[in-house]
């Protein structure tokens, strides 16, 4: 689905003369605006899911918060006009030179795949812009600091970036993004051999410069630039020892600095005179501002700034003559006339090279908080990394015909998990047939690495505190390698491991060092079979299983399952076989659960020891709970399977979440009725105080707020269920205009997220009804009542968010509507096949102002 700006704003052209086509011959000036898109791995190592994040409050985690302020909003940027109606909707991505985490990247794929394709799409549509050079850039795999990783490391974070942008892009990288954009001549290396032709880094970079050698002029003199001097205007070239080269773009440091830290982005005239003020007025042929930032900065850390750049890219820079471009577009037509060379190891965000990652070297500290702990954790991971490299190599020649070779292709797996492909990945890397059990090992080894590697995830160390979640999640990675690596060799090395990282102090004194830290907040989260079976087990007295089910990254096939209620107790018995989609490791438990009303679970585990004795559990089992004494149930549990057992309290968060909702429905129902009770009763005194403008009783008033909020989504509820009956649906809505109605006279306040949600789902399945099902004949009457019902949540002050409603009616607008019924074809001057009359076209053109699109020039 393409949205067209065009259609709405169309720059102003100068025909006067013929001019050379800037995309083709380098002539003028080149805006480059390159965002980089990132969010670190958050994903448990063991559920391979983000759990909810309290802190990313009202959403489920930092992902999400951040997708919906920043992520989506680029991708469907609105262009208001001054009464503040949708006049052009912009893929910012199109125009955005961009790199996006791979594993951020993963993450779109899997939570909205509408954003997802309108990132793809950007930037095909931005290689047939460009003659054949796309936005789109690649980064290394999951942001680690390359300058201190060893060499096979570098070489496995640049091809698993490549292998991940192939799969998306289509195609293959011209540059890519370093982690905070680290840099020493080893690193180039890598990248030359790897076929990465540019990189951007930061002007502070730089070492010196001069114009490249030529017949006539050999020995060019150099000029320093270390303070940050570089001109950014120009493409450079950067040769290494053997005469190969990388090309480098220095983005424009006091521009991207204003982006990030000042008021350029309050409008896009400043924005664009910020930029103008770059431009070198010395007549060269062509010149490129180049500027570069935190892509979340258009959005999330500075809200609305991705329309700023939308009016930019299609308005303000189009009409100062400017051409939009990307890096790998102006190499093609304007190749570098000069050289650089680099400071030795340096990066954007530190001005002691490379120490924030290593050392305590003040960036990224906070108060009196020091950062004594880099340093031991730096040490202390590359310890582990040497340790886990003998393990793999001497498991890995076992099975892989190169072991190395495997891991570089093991990305392969990572982006598809099908039992197919990993077939034909170990097929294609086994040094001999792999047996199921040689099979799991293989791909534990596989994941030893995967784990490795993301354990040196360069926010582990960017702030200021090693218990922080970022410090806490490389250290997660860290143990599941650690595990890993255990159940394929027997090799132990967590205690050594945990020693060497007591060595890392913590500015919080409940947890005193990183040892610490790794206790309290790294084993406490860690997953094994018996948990997830616990978990299977709980939420199935609650979800209707089916045979086949997904638990996370776990296959779980129920092989029986019974259960059985006396009085308020409830006792569950079956078998489940969990499968790890990951190592294909799998487990067959036998389970018992008794939900002993409230809150009270008490769940047990064992490993399945036949058909007979799983028999005997059951009777047993159930012969106990025939006594209706959970006690004499317990205490059968216990002898049956042991003293471990586990309650709700274990369950992973989310679904904990939910069954807390599910038990605590019965006592919301009771004081639900009960408010409304107090509520009916106290009307008329409600009444009277709102009528002489007086304070209403604190205890009155949320007895009014929790009534009408009650009412509103009991009748949001039957709306929905009774969508398809006209005569009914048109009922509830003037059920909830009363409602409404009622609940402003008495200034209520309504809590109901479900209710504006339920609402924003109906207000767009009926729009897409009536845009491409519904009998034109009829059109009026469900345009009414679309109307009715954002009339309605506006009036109950949901705060109905219609982003996704506007998009699809623009898109409608001006690929359908406006072609096929209101702009002739300009060579026969004909209409396209129309399906509306124009009495029709009126309400439907009515229904865009409605919906904030401007629709004036057609009324």
């Given at each position: 689905?393409?949205?067209?700006?065009?259609?709405?704003?169309?720059?102003?052209?100068?025909?006067?003369?013929?001019?050379?086509?800037?995309?083709?011959?380098?002539?003028?000036?080149?805006?480059?605006?390159?965002?980089?898109?990132?969010?670190?791995?958050?994903?448990?190592?063991?559920?391979?899911?983000?759990?909810?994040?309290?802190?990313?409050?009202?959403?489920?985690?930092?992902?999400?918060?951040?997708?919906?302020?920043?992520?989506?909003?680029?991708?469907?940027?609105?262009?208001?006009?001054?009464?503040?109606?949708?006049i052009?909707?912009?893929?910012?991505?199109?125009?955005?030179?961009?790199?996006?985490?791979?594993?951020?990247?993963?993450?779109?794929?899997?939570?909205?795949?509408?954003?997802?394709?309108?990132?793809?799409?950007?930037?095909?549509?931005?290689?047939?812009?460009?003659?054949?050079?796309?936005?789109?850039?690649a980064?290394?795999?999951?942001?680690?600091?390359?300058?201190?990783?060893?060499?096979?490391?570098?070489?496995?974070?640049?091809?698993?970036?490549?292998?991940?942008?192939?799969?998306?892009?289509?195609?293959?990288?011209?540059?890519?993004?370093?982690?905070?954009?680290?840099?020493?001549?080893?690193?180039?290396?890598?990248?030359?051999?790897?076929?990465?032709?540019?990189?951007?880094?930061?002007?502070?970079?730089?070492?010196?410069c001069?114009?490249?050698?030529?017949?006539?002029?050999?020995?060019?003199?150099?000029?320093?630039?270390?303070?940050?001097q570089?001109?950014?205007?120009?493409?450079?070239?950067?040769?290494?020892?053997?005469?190969?080269?990388?090309?480098?773009?220095?983005?424009?440091?006091?521009?991207?600095?204003?982006?990030g830290?000042?008021?350029?982005?309050?409008?896009?005239?400043?924005?664009?005179?910020?930029?103008?003020?770059?431009?070198?007025?010395?007549?060269?042929?062509?010149?490129?501002?180049?500027?570069g930032?935190?892509?979340?900065?258009?959005?999330?850390?500075?809200?609305?700034?991705?329309?700023?750049?939308?009016?930019?890219?299609?308005?303000?820079?189009?009409q100062?003559?400017?051409?939009?471009?990307?890096y790998?577009?102006?190499?093609?037509?304007?190749?570098?006339?000069?050289?650089?060379?680099?400071?030795?190891?340096?990066?954007?965000?530190?001005?002691?090279?490379?120490?924030?990652?290593?050392?305590?070297?003040?960036?990224?500290g906070?108060?009196?908080?020091?950062?004594?702990?880099?340093?031991?954790?730096?040490?202390?991971?590359?310890?582990?990394?040497?340790?886990l490299?003998?393990?793999?190599?001497?498991?890995?020649?076992?099975?892989?015909?190169?072991?190395?070779?495997?891991?570089?292709?093991?990305?392969?797996?990572?982006?598809?998990?099908?039992?197919?492909?990993?077939?034909?990945?170990?097929?294609?890397?086994?040094?001999?047939?792999?047996?199921?059990?040689?099979?799991?090992?293989?791909?534990?080894?596989?994941?030893?690495?995967?784990?490795?590697?993301?354990?040196?995830?360069?926010?582990?160390?960017f702030?200021?505190?090693?218990?922080?979640?970022?410090?806490?999640?490389?250290?997660?990675?860290?143990?599941?390698?650690?595990?890993?690596?255990?159940?394929?060799?027997?090799?132990?090395?967590?205690?050594?491991?945990?020693?060497?990282?007591?060595?890392?102090?913590?500015?919080?004194?409940?947890?005193?060092?990183?040892?610490?830290?790794?206790?309290?907040?790294?084993?406490?989260?860690?997953?094994?079979f018996?948990?997830?079976?616990?978990?299977?087990?709980?939420?199935?007295?609650?979800?209707?299983?089916?045979?086949?089910?997904?638990?996370?990254?776990?296959?779980?096939?129920?092989l029986?399952?019974?259960?059985?209620?006396?009085?308020?107790?409830?006792?569950?018995?079956?078998?489940?076989?969990?499968?790890?989609?990951?190592?294909?490791?799998?487990?067959?438990?036998?389970?018992?659960?008794?939900?002993?009303?409230?809150?009270?679970?008490?769940?047990?585990?064992?490993?399945?020891?036949?058909?007979?004795?799983?028999?005997?559990?059951?009777?047993?089992?159930?012969?106990?709970?025939?006594?209706?004494?959970?006690?004499?149930t317990?205490?059968?549990?216990?002898?049956?399977?042991?003293?471990?057992?586990?309650?709700?309290?274990?369950?992973?968060?989310?679904?904990?979440?939910?069954?807390?909702?599910?038990?605590?429905a019965?006592?919301?129902?009771?004081?639900?009725?009960?408010?409304?009770?107090?509520?009916?009763?106290?009307?008329?005194i409600?009444?009277?105080?709102?009528?002489?403008?007086?304070?209403?009783?604190?205890?009155?008033?949320?007895?009014?707020?929790?009534?009408?909020?009650?009412?509103?989504?009991?009748?949001?509820?039957?709306?929905?269920?009774?969508?398809?009956?006209?005569?009914?649906?048109?009922?509830?809505?003037?059920?909830?205009?009363?409602?409404?109605?009622?609940?402003?006279?008495?200034?209520?306040?309504?809590?109901?997220?479900?209710?504006?949600?339920?609402?924003?789902?109906?207000?767009?399945?009926?729009?897409?009804?009536?845009?491409?099902?519904?009998?034109?004949?009829?059109?009026?009457?469900?345009?009414?009542?679309?109307?009715?019902?954002?009339?309605?949540?506006?009036?109950?002050?949901?705060?109905?968010?219609?982003?996704?409603?506007?998009?699809l009616?623009?898109?409608h607008?001006?690929?359908?509507?406006?072609?096929?019924?209101?702009?002739?074809?300009?060579?026969?001057?004909?209409?396209?096949?129309?399906?509306?009359?124009?009495?029709?076209?009126?309400?439907?053109?009515?229904?865009?102002?409605?919906?904030?699109?401007d629709?004036?020039?057609?009324?």
């Amino acid at each position: 689905m393409t949205y067209l700006v065009e259609n709405a704003v169309t720059p102003p052209t100068d025909c006067t003369e013929e001019k050379s086509n800037p995309l083709t011959t380098a002539t003028g000036v080149y805006v480059t605006i390159h965002g980089h898109f990132y969010q670190p791995p958050r994903e448990n190592p063991y559920l391979d899911t983000i759990e909810r994040q309290p802190s990313a409050y009202p959403f489920q985690n930092w992902n999400e918060r951040i997708h919906q302020e920043c992520y989506r909003p680029n991708a469907f940027s609105r262009i208001f006009n001054p009464q503040g109606e949708v006049i052009g909707i912009v893929n910012n991505f199109e125009y955005l030179s961009f790199n996006i985490g791979p594993t951020l990247m993963s993450w779109l794929e899997d939570h909205d795949q509408e954003t997802y394709k309108r990132i793809l799409e950007a930037d095909r549509q931005s290689c047939q812009r460009l003659n054949g050079h796309g936005n789109a850039i690649a980064q290394v795999y999951n942001h680690i600091i390359l300058p201190l990783a060893n060499q096979r490391d570098k070489y496995t974070q640049i091809r698993w970036g490549k292998a991940d942008f192939r799969r998306r892009f289509g195609r293959n990288p011209e540059g890519m993004w370093l982690a905070e954009t680290a840099v020493d001549y080893p690193t180039l290396e890598t990248l030359i051999d790897e076929d990465i032709r540019f990189i951007i880094l930061a002007p502070s970079q730089a070492e010196r410069c001069r114009p490249l050698p030529t017949e006539t002029h050999c020995e060019p003199e150099w000029h320093g630039v270390g303070g940050g001097q570089i001109d950014p205007t120009r493409p450079y070239r950067c040769f290494i020892q053997d005469g190969r080269y990388i090309d480098i773009f220095f983005y424009d440091g006091p521009i991207s600095g204003d982006i990030g830290f000042g008021d350029v982005l309050d409008t896009s005239a400043n924005f664009a005179q910020r930029i103008a003020q770059a431009v070198k007025g010395d007549h060269r042929p062509s010149q490129m501002v180049s500027v570069g930032t935190d892509g979340e900065t258009f959005g999330h850390h500075k809200e609305g700034k991705d329309r700023c750049i939308a009016y930019a890219f299609t308005v303000e820079f189009p009409q100062r003559g400017w051409t939009v471009t990307n890096y790998s577009h102006y190499l093609s037509i304007c190749e570098p006339t000069w050289e650089v060379e680099l400071k030795p190891v340096t990066a954007w965000s530190c001005m002691h090279g490379v120490d924030r990652w290593q050392d305590d070297c003040g960036c990224g500290g906070g108060g009196d908080w020091h950062q004594q702990w880099r340093r031991p954790l730096r040490d202390t991971l590359d310890w582990l990394r040497d340790q886990l490299i003998i393990t793999y190599e001497e498991a890995g020649t076992k099975l892989f015909n190169d072991p190395w070779a495997a891991r570089d292709e093991y990305i392969e797996t990572i982006l598809d998990r099908s039992v197919e492909n990993v077939e034909e990945f170990l097929t294609r890397h086994q040094r001999h047939s792999l047996s199921p059990t040689e099979q799991i090992d293989a791909l534990r080894l596989l994941e030893v690495q995967r784990h490795t590697l993301l354990m040196y995830t360069s926010c582990g160390w960017f702030f200021e505190e090693i218990s922080r979640p970022e410090g806490t999640q490389i250290l997660r990675y860290a143990a599941r390698a650690l595990e890993l690596a255990g159940e394929v060799s027997g090799v132990n090395l967590e205690g050594e491991f945990i020693s060497r990282l007591a060595e890392a102090p913590s500015n919080v004194k409940s947890y005193k060092d990183g040892g610490q830290v790794y206790h309290q907040l790294v084993v406490s989260a860690q997953v094994n079979f018996e948990q997830v079976a616990a978990h299977y087990a709980i939420s199935s007295l609650f979800t209707q299983y089916s045979t086949e089910q997904q638990v996370y990254c776990y296959a779980a096939t129920q092989l029986d399952y019974q259960k059985q209620s006396m009085g308020n107790l409830t006792l569950a018995v079956g078998q489940v076989r969990l499968t790890s989609e990951i190592t294909w490791e799998s487990h067959h438990f036998t389970f018992a659960v008794l939900h002993l009303g409230g809150w009270d679970f008490h769940c047990c585990i064992q490993p399945f020891k036949g058909r007979l004795a799983y028999v005997e559990v059951k009777e047993q089992l159930f012969e106990a709970l025939k006594q209706a004494s959970a006690a004499q149930t317990i205490l059968t549990m216990g002898k049956l399977f042991g003293d471990q057992s586990f309650s709700l309290q274990h369950l992973f968060a989310e679904e904990r979440q939910r069954i807390m909702q599910l038990l605590t429905a019965k006592t919301k129902k009771q004081l639900d009725q009960l408010y409304t009770q107090v509520y009916r009763d106290n009307y008329s005194i409600l009444a009277a105080f709102q009528r002489d403008e007086l304070p209403v009783p604190k205890e009155l008033q949320v007895a009014a707020d929790v009534a009408l909020s009650h009412r509103c989504l009991t009748t949001v509820r039957l709306l929905k269920e009774e969508i398809e009956d006209l005569q009914k649906t048109d009922t509830r809505l003037g059920e909830l205009e009363a409602i409404a109605t009622e609940a402003n006279h008495l200034r209520c306040t309504l809590d109901v997220p479900e209710a504006k949600i339920t609402l924003e789902t109906l207000i767009f399945q009926s729009l897409s009804h009536i845009l491409k099902d519904a009998d034109p004949n009829q059109i009026e009457e469900e345009i009414k009542r679309l109307v009715q019902m954002v009339e309605v949540g506006n009036q109950l002050n949901l705060g109905l968010s219609l982003d996704k409603v506007q998009e699809l009616y623009y898109c409608h607008l001006y690929e359908e509507i406006v072609p096929q019924c209101l702009d002739p074809n300009p060579e026969n001057g004909e209409y396209g096949a129309c399906r509306w009359t124009p009495s029709q076209l009126c309400p439907l053109l009515n229904l865009g102002q409605t919906l904030g699109i401007d629709v004036s020039a057609w009324l």
